[in-house]
């Protein structure tokens, strides 16, 4: 199975753009369907954006259409985040998470493989 890291998480102001990454271990990355999610206090895990095995098939929620950015590279099997123009909202935990079904998800629990998570906090 697949182990995951995130980092690249961290305090940053309105506006400004962080990236994430999610170093896998174990088997190929190129075998898993890849999604990003997050956590804020006090609510509950929601989707941010996913993507297929070898790059196809993005998704993305509503409010960071536009200012994030999924990607992966399967060689160096690592999935990114690219987040720009970041809000106060966006401040949460963000996980990611890896699963070997076909097509990616928009729901947490149709992914086996998780992170411990990375905080980001965008101050106002």
């Known amino acids: 199975q697949v182990q995951l890291v995130e980092s690249g998480g961290g305090l940053v102001q309105a506006g400004g753009s962080l990236r994430l990454s999610c170093a896998a271990s174990?088997?190929?990355?190129?075998?898993?369907?890849m999604g990003w999610f997050r956590q804020a206090p006090g609510k509950e895990r929601e989707f941010v954006s996913a993507m297929g095995r070898i790059g196809g098939y993005t998704y993305y929620t509503d409010s960071v259409k536009g200012r994030f950015t999924i990607s992966r590279d399967n060689a160096k099997r690592t999935l990114y985040l690219q987040m720009n123009s970041l809000k106060p909202e966006d401040t949460a935990v963000y996980y990611c998470a890896a699963d070997y079904r076909a097509t990616p998800s928009r729901r947490d629990d149709e992914y086996d493989f998780w992170g411990q998570g990375t905080q980001v906090t965008v101050s106002s």
């Open positions: 174990g088997y190929s990355l190129s075998s898993y369907v």
